[in-house]
């Protein structure tokens, strides 16, 4: 244990002599939904050094709502917003200028051969936007009872463990799809929506340049 100690504490002065890992560090801030840290954003990151090398972020985690009023008191540099058209955003983030990055989906996923068997559904929390988005374009399937959850990656675990059908972005289960772990139901039209970058006010001049790449769709996607 005191040899495994000294080896964590040793990263970590390599680390915080490297490479700023805060914004008091020159890190940009920049906060998202959880399903994004896992998704589009590192995508996004690795797209964003092609053109600007030596960027490093300081990620924080926030529901729409949330991520709104960090955005307009200029607590964080940057966001990454959902954006459909059936589900108002929060209205902090209607003065600020958008620039779309890519494109997203909801997909409906269950475990292998179940056919129409009645399973528990897993979805987002009513009060995170893509759960809103669940909400305002649901489709009836055969379901015991409807599970809700804060984050997507729980979602997955409980749809790749047998223990019901979930509601997910398309580009957190594209691997699982593809394995085998998991199926894709047919699900209703209009589950897709847009990732849009937004920039606080108060930006520091790295933030604004990678919106400025954003908005040239320099760093979009792919979809």
């Not at 985690?61 to 955005?71: G, K, V, W, Y």
């Amino acid at each position: 244990m005191p040899k495994a100690q000294q080896i964590l504490a040793e990263i970590d002065l390599f680390r915080g002599a490297s490479t700023p890992w805060s914004p008091s560090e020159g890190g940009v801030s920049i906060v998202m939904p959880h399903s994004a840290t896992v998704t589009l954003f590192p995508e996004f990151k690795e797209r964003l050094s092609r053109h600007l090398p030596g960027v490093y972020f300081a990620p924080r985690i926030a529901n729409h709502d949330m991520a709104a009023r960090m955005l307009a008191r200029s607590e964080v540099d940057l966001a990454l917003v959902t954006r459909h058209p059936l589900v108002p955003i929060d209205d902090d983030f209607t003065v600020f200028r958008a620039a779309d990055i890519g494109t997203d989906r909801l997909v409906i996923v269950e475990p292998q051969g179940v056919g129409d068997v009645a399973l528990p559904l897993h979805v987002s929390h009513p009060l995170t936007y893509i759960g809103r988005i669940w909400r305002a374009c649901r489709t009836d399937l055969p379901v015991t009872e409807e599970v809700p959850h804060g984050m997507a990656a729980d979602i997955r675990a409980h749809c790749i463990a047998g223990r019901g059908r979930g509601v997910l972005p398309a580009s957190l289960i594209e691997a699982d799809v593809a394995a085998g772990r998991l199926a894709v139901r047919p699900a209703p039209e209009g589950l897709g929506y847009t990732i849009t970058l937004v920039c606080a006010p108060r930006a520091s001049r790295r933030a604004k340049r990678i919106w400025s790449l954003a908005s040239e769709g320099l760093t979009r996607l792919a979809t």
